[in-house]
């Protein structure tokens, strides 16, 4: 078993994000006005005002790795509100609704100006509708359009053929949303919207997904996985949130170096690397040290979770109309990743390109189109195991019950 | 259609029977070799359709009917009501519909369409073709310019699978037909505290959903005379309005109904909050502008607007009692009723996670009362 050393790029992302929120916060303090943005939302918008900005889902996941997301889902309980409902996206709104204290993650998230959320399913509109009525924050909403029929494997059309790829009814809707939305938001924040500055926010968040294009495929190719997927995530995602920064063209690109020159060492997290393993669906924020428990007893290694590989294929958009190259990242995100036939095509085509043995796929209530992703993989050869549980909330999984089933199921990979 | 001289008492049968067997008016329809189309969404412009020489038919759910084939395809937190319909497309029996409608009325709508269009992709199922109508309902422009596009495009699509574009004086007739429905339906929200219990009354708007517009409003019009006379047979009961889910069959009403309640009014799209206004000439611009304002599926109204359209309701109603019916995975009721509690001014339950076409009645009765123990103590 090699030593299990932290990769710089995460370490660094993780350094560099508590030292931001923490400047975020003080700047909140002086009075700077901060923003509340649903991940699948366009939040280069902001970036392009100058105005900073937490992701909503980001922050979920602190409040869970600090295991209080308990705690705040029984203020919406005690409210009448559902505490059982996508709590992935509620646990924010809850934090800022119980009554503050001073062990809040990371001293608590500052009140927002303004919170920005795409209307996806049902619930999502009345829960940051609530922002608004219960705690005074502005909603913009934004739609969650759908297609009718769709063309096959999107990742190879959505960089430059986006237009064919999504359809341009939508794009046209979320763009035209995004520029009614602009006023509206420099009112709410006092920043001021620059097309040249998103024109450039857009070029960086391009090339930043070309860096994740190139680590990702550096490891599906990989003979053994040299960094283990817990250290990818941050890795990846920390730059994420901080999309269309020169820090996060450059966090990419250090960790494409890094795990290049891993892999050129001959490094992998196991000396003997039996099972590859993949990762459907989202963290597993309460239990991080999950994606690594089967190294050392079986050999299994999780070469894939869905963070990188989306940073990979989902985000770049190419195009003269940074507005409209912004909308087009966004209309149709969730389908690449929730809405057949996009979305098994993609987790088949990265399964068979990663050369996995099996698949732990997570089915949280809300998941979407489960049984379509597991059938397509198991019709392409590769063995499912399915885990039912939300991955914010700690409540829903035994985590030593889920190690032994996992543990078993590895045993039967033939 | 040739529509037969109705007795008032036939016109009443007639509408219990179409409520028991959504397909009959289909079947009748489809043998003399016409089509039928299933959608899925209170907002469907059925004018459309109609317009095309479809008969529409809102697909419903069937208490008893075996969903679990349908359950493992739209697994997850999907409403059981619209798993029922999966049920009923996966085995349609003699009324399998030529084409399927859906509208983005809610995420359980949204992934029923995407379900049948990955099954029959896959070939894994045989159904008949679906159609997806997005329509969005945020109060804006940009909004309104994109339904107006989708709505094109479903006309083309309607004119095209018949071989023949929909012509302006079809869509004329077609909405001349569905507003005398609609006006026949209002007559009926007028009436029915006085005349008819709750689920005699969702009974008969059920209907409307399954018949040919013009004949619905003739048996319907036909049917309030006969339970209008002298003397008034008032209906009793402890007077509840139900808001909530969608009840799309009369099973809930009567298990309530059968321990004492009245139910005196609803906001769901089957009961008294399918209302619509009647539609104003003007082509597709006039359909779309309808269906995207004067039409709001629950999603699409925020919690304030149903809090003031339930207070309202219990008040027009004079009911004693509001209950809002949420059954599992249809969450959005929940996220509401606070604050629909705080506005209706009458004592207010919440029944959650129920299952498909049935209700929790000793959980009612231990949250607000019996009233049938209160009428025999």
Known sequence: MSERRRLNAARDALRHQKEWFAGLRADAERGRRVALVNADAPQEILRAMDVPYVVNQWWASIISAKRMSGRYLAELRSRGLPDDVEQYS???????????????????????????????GDSMRRMFALWESELGVPFLPLESSAAESVPERWWELMRHDWEMAIGSARVDLLREELEAAVPRLEEL????????????????SNEQAEWNRRTRDLLARAPGCPVAVNDVIPAVMIPQWHR???????????????????VDAGRSVVPVERRRLMWIGRGLWFDMDFYRSFEESHGAVFVWSMYLALAADAYARYGDDPLRALAARFCAFRDQMYTPPWSVEWYVKEARTHRVDGVVHLVSSDSRSSWFTTRALEAAGVPVIEIRADNADGRSLDPGELHRRVGRWIESLG | MTVPQLETRDAARLLDAVHDDRGAPAREWAAAGRPVVGYVGADTPVELVTAAGALPVRLAGRPGRDASRARTYLEGAVDPQVVNILAGLLDPGETSPDLVLITHES???????????????????????????????LPSKATARYNLGRVRRLADQMGA????????????????????????????????????????????????????????????????????????????????????????????????????W????????????????????????????????????????????????????????????????????DDVHRWDFPGQRAAVGVPAALLRDQPYARADLAELAAGIGDPQKQVTS
């Open chain 1, 90 to 120: 509620a646990l924010p709104l809850a934090e800022a609704l119980a009554p503050s204290g001073d062990d809040a993650p990371w001293g608590g998230l500052p009140r927002p100006s303004v919170v920005l959320a795409e209307c996806t």
């Open chain 1, 189 to 204: 924040t006092g920043g001021t919207f620059d097309r040249h500055r998103l024109a450039r926010v857009m070029d960086l």
């Open chain 1, 244 to 262: 269309g920064t020169e820090w996060a063209v450059q966090a990419a690109r250090s960790l494409y170096e890094e795990v290049r020159g891993e």
């Open chain 2, 107 to 137: 995420d359980a709508s949204l992934q029923l369409f995407l379900t049948l269009r990955e099954l029959r992709r896959t070939g894994v199922e045989a159904l008949p073709p679906v159609h997806l109508l997005d329509l969005l309902h």
């Open chain 2, 161 to 260: 699978w018949r071989g023949r574009a929909i012509a302006a004086d079809e869509l004329e007739e077609a909405v001349e037909a569905h507003n005398r429905a609609r006006a026949a339906r209002a007559e009926l929200t007028r009436r029915r505290a006085t005349c008819l219990t709750g689920a005699e009354c969702l009974r008969w708007y059920a209907a409307g959903t399954a018949m040919p517009p013009g004949r619905y409003a003739d048996t319907l019009t036909e049917a309030l005379r006969s339970v209008t006379g002298t003397p008034p047979a008032t209906p009793r009961g402890r007077r509840l309005f139900v808001s909530g889910s969608e009840q799309d069959t009369a099973d809930v009403y009567d298990a309530l109904e059968s321990r004492g």
């Open chain 2, 262 to 329: 009245l139910v005196v009014g609803d906001d769901h799209s089957w009961g008294d909050g399918g209302h619509q206004p009647l539609l104003a000439a003007g082509g597709i611009e006039a359909l779309t502008e309808h269906y995207t304002r004067a039409v709001l599926p629950v999603t699409g109204r925020d919690a304030r607007r149903r809090a003031a359209i339930a207070a309202a309701g219990v008040l027009r109603s004079g009911a004693e009692v509001f209950l809002c019916y949420s059954r599992r995975y």
